[in-house]
């Protein structure tokens, strides 16, 4: 999959600049030299932050011989709507890469779309020379495909049921061990396909006892509205880690629309059950309660 997004390396080396209104002639601005375009290269990757946001990093690098600045940034992808993009300007100096985040559109599900994402970076240099890199650029880690798995498996799932966690807990004990239990809640959509929930994925941060990796669940619409609890432990108690969490109270889930098995998608915690969670791992984990 990763070679789909292998760099195109095209270049729109002259930018026209329009002429005053005296009717002076349009002055084509002079391009970037190629050498420094050689070593521009494009790759799409996402940070933990901004996962929840559909929000991805478009990374240049500059390996050539000489600084530019980056005044702009376009990313377009057959997977969702309209162009992801920022006017935010840095300056890319020789030897450096810098991220720039950009916000998805809408995702567009149909079985129809293909072809590979397409970015464009507006370059100038100090002496105001000016070029566009347009790249397909290298994704290593795949989440364009991910997200695009996501989304779609959010949006199938959505036509059938409203999945949501409770916002609190209740707490008990299971062999010595805290156990804070957390409730999957489905609610049917009328008229909508049949929707199962086979499995909920442990996070970063809670898991069930006993050391597997998920729970196993069955909810499922067709036997109307349901609730089912998760029982959890805590995952970790360096606190610090804990402190910086961006995902460990997002659920991911395996479902099944009318039979056809979904990708994993992720639930997130409301702020109130976000709140007693990380309250529940303080206690779990023998911290101070107002530390």
Excluded at 25 to 44: C, M, N, Q, R, Y
Excluded at 155 to 181: E, K, P, R
């Amino acid at each position: 999959m990763a070679g789909r997004w292998r760099v195109a390396a095209v270049v729109v080396a002259a930018l026209v600049v329009a002429g005053c209104s005296s009717g002076e002639p349009a002055v084509t601005a002079s391009p970037i030299p190629t050498d420094v375009l050689a070593g521009i290269s494009v790759e799409v990757r996402q940070g933990r932050s901004t996962w929840a946001q559909r929000v991805v990093q478009v990374r240049v690098t500059n390996a050539g011989p000489g600084d530019v600045s980056v005044t702009g940034v376009r990313l377009t992808t057959p997977d969702v709507e309209g162009v992801a993009s920022t006017d935010k300007g840095r300056i890319l100096r020789a030897g450096v890469d810098r991220d720039f985040s950009v916000a998805l559109g809408d995702p567009v599900c149909d079985d129809e779309t293909s072809g590979p994402a397409h970015a464009e970076v507006d370059l100038t240099d100090d002496a105001g020379r000016r070029s566009t890199i347009v790249a397909e650029p290298t994704d290593p880690q795949e989440h364009l495909a991910r997200i695009h798995g996501e989304d779609c498996a959010g949006v199938a799932v959505a036509q059938g049921a409203t999945l949501t966690l409770a916002d609190t807990i209740t707490t008990s004990d299971v062999d010595g061990t805290l156990v804070a239990n957390v409730e999957l809640e489905l609610e049917p959509v009328a008229g909508g396909p049949r929707v199962e929930v086979t499995q909920v994925d442990r996070t970063i941060l809670f898991a069930p006892p006993g050391g597997a990796v998920s729970w196993p669940v069955a909810l499922d619409t067709a036997d109307g509205a349901g609730a089912v609890t998760l029982p959890a432990i805590a995952g970790r108690c360096d606190l610090h880690a804990v402190a910086d969490d961006k995902r460990g109270t997002f659920f991911g889930l395996h479902t099944r629309v009318d039979g056809v098995e979904q990708p994993v998608f992720y639930v997130p915690s409301s702020k109130a059950l976000r709140s007693a969670l990380f309250t529940f791992i303080r206690t779990a984990c023998g911290a101070p309660a107002d530390g």
